[in-house]
Structures are given as C-alpha cells and as structure tokens.
C-alpha cells in the first residue's frame, strides 16, 4: 500500500517465543514426509520389532501363555544387557535407512533452490536453521530407539519387580545415551552430506556408500595384517563397539588366528581396538560434519569464475 495513505499498523498479535521458532521446520518438514506412503510404511516396519519385543518380556511372566506354547524355562529369552544391546543394535540398523530416506534432501533441496537467503533473512540464526533441519532425524529416529526402548525397560521393570529395576538400571543408561550417540551422528552425518550434494539422489548414494564401503576395507585390512584394527575404518562397528561398552558386554579378545613363527604354529588373539578410540573416531566424525555444515550453510555463496 502507499505511505502516504498511513493506513497501515504494525502487527499486534502473539508473538511466537524466540526459542522455539525453529520449530517451524520440523513441523512442516514432517507434514511432508508422513504424505510419503513408502517412507509411512517403513516407518511402521520399523516399530514391528519393539513390539515382538514386548512380547518376548510378557511371555516369561505369564503362566497361561508359556502353558499353551509349552514353554519351558530354558526357552525363555533372558531379558538383560545382551538383550536390550540386540533392540538397539537393531532399531539403530533400521534408523539408518529411516535416515537415508528423510536426512540427504533436508538441506540439498535448499540450496539447490537458493532458499537459504528466505530462511536466513527470517528471525533464524544458522545454528537455529541446521538444528530444525537435524530435529526432524532427531525426532523420527527417538520415535523408533531410545522411546521404545525405555518403555521395554519401564514394562520389564514392572513385570520383574523393584530388585530387577534397582540391579539393572544402568540399561536405561545405556539405551538412553546409546540411541542418542547414533542419533546425533545419522544427523549430523545426512546434514553434512546433504549441504555438499545438492542433488538428492546423489547425497543418499553418498550417505549409502560411508556407510558400506569403509567398512568393506577394513574387512580387507582385518584379513590380511590379522587383526581388528580396521574395525575403526567401519562405521558400523565403531558403534556397535561404543554400545557394547555401554552396556557392559564389550569383548576386547574375539578371537584367535593361527599363525607360524619360528617355524612353529601358535595361536594369537585378535584383539579389538579399545574404547577410546572408538569413542575417538565418533567425535571426529562429528567435528568433520559441523565443520562441513558451518562452511556451506550459508546466505550466499561466492562463485568464482
């Protein structure tokens, strides 16, 4: 309208608090991703698992069921750290896929629409922008993790009685902050590979291949120098690794290889890399893809010609 005519007013309704406008992205974003009928039907496969799960936890203190199955006491699956390691590991494998479907385009589709200048020129920060694009992986993958995990925890706790809650409860630990290392890092990794690869499809084949192939040359290194050393080029094992620490299971000796010295056969253990520097390789990752995020998030790009 033209200024002269003053008939404009400044806005006088709610004014949403500062904290939580980033929120705006992850509502939105999942609006789109729930219209998806494929990405809604690997999302209900994925909470398939948590509920043969409460299953398995039901069965041991219900004496009816174990009659009508014939169940006896060394068929029942014992419900401790081995266990709740295997629900992780599992919904973690199924949250990497869940991952490669919804993180690769969060931020490519931006920047190869030029659309970081309208975000960026809103009330936003960069950090607020990246952290509502990573909440919406944050979000998907706490719904099928940790969430389902503490509630396994919570129904085992109920059924086994306050000694079974007071002698376990740093698997609630475990489960908690396990689910959020590979959370964060899924994150991270989607949003760092999704700012270089502006094309979707490439950014998920890229995502993919970090996965998979590292850990195919460290397979390569494990067998020939015998050793497991080259665990720490897998990603995979690197956190399995980090979660069998958590819950108390982590195994340094693994094995043993046959091996001719001094013209006689002995055995030699393999044993795996310590904890620390598992825990190492997932920090360095992480500071690689901020590093990454916090160069190509940007307003405006400078093109040199």
């Given at each position: ?11 006088t309704?709610e ?6 406008r ?6 939105h ?7 998806s009928?494929?990405?809604l ?6 909470l398939i698992?948590p ?13 009816s069921?174990?009659a009508?199955?014939k ?5 029942l ?7 709740f ?5 599992t919904?973690?494998f ?11 385009p ?9 659309a970081?200048?309208?975000?960026l ?13 990573m ?19 919570l ?24 689910s959020?290392?590979?959370i ?8 760092a590979?999704?700012?270089l ?6 950014a ?24 497991r050393w080259?665990?720490?080029l ?11 620490g958590l819950?108390g ?13 001094n ?8 044993l795996?890399?310590?904890l620390?520097?598992?825990w190492?390789?997932?920090f ?16 405006y ?5």
């Amino acid at each position: 309208m033209a200024v002269y005519e003053h008939t404009y007013r400044p806005y006088t309704g709610e004014v949403t608090p500062h904290w939580s406008r980033f929120l705006i992205i992850p509502r939105h974003a999942l609006k789109g991703v729930f219209q998806s009928k494929l990405f809604l039907s690997f999302f209900v496969a994925c909470l398939i698992y948590p509920l043969i799960a409460a299953i398995v936890i039901y069965l041991p203190h219900n004496e009816s069921a174990k009659a009508i199955m014939k169940m006896t006491v060394g068929d029942l699956i014992p419900i401790d750290a081995e266990f709740f390691y295997t629900f992780i590991a599992t919904q973690g494998f199924f949250g990497f896929f869940l991952n490669l479907l919804v993180g690769p385009p969060l931020i490519s589709r931006d920047l190869s629409n030029n659309a970081l200048p309208l975000y960026l020129s809103r009330p936003f920060s960069r950090a607020e922008y990246v952290i509502g694009k990573m909440s919406v992986v944050v979000i998907l993958l706490s719904v099928i993790t940790w969430i389902p995990g503490l509630l396994l925890f919570l129904f085992q706790s109920y059924l086994g009685g306050m000694g079974w809650f007071k002698s376990n409860l740093y698997l609630a630990g475990a489960i908690f902050v396990g689910s959020w290392v590979w959370i964060l890092i899924l994150a991270l990794l989607s949003q760092a590979i999704s700012a270089l690869v502006k094309w979707r499809l490439a950014a998920s084949a890229a995502l993919l291949g970090l996965f998979f192939i590292p850990s195919i040359f460290g397979d390569i290194i494990n067998l020939i120098f015998m050793t497991r050393w080259g665990n720490l080029l897998s990603l995979r094992a690197v956190i399995r690794a980090v979660w069998a620490g958590l819950f108390g299971i982590f195994l340094r000796e693994t094995g043993n290889v046959r091996m001719i010295a001094n013209g006689r056969e002995i055995n030699v253990a393999l044993l795996e890399p310590p904890l620390w520097m598992a825990w190492t390789v997932l920090f360095v990752l992480a500071a690689v893809c901020l590093a990454v995020i916090a160069r190509k998030v940007r307003a405006y790009e400078v093109v040199r010609g």
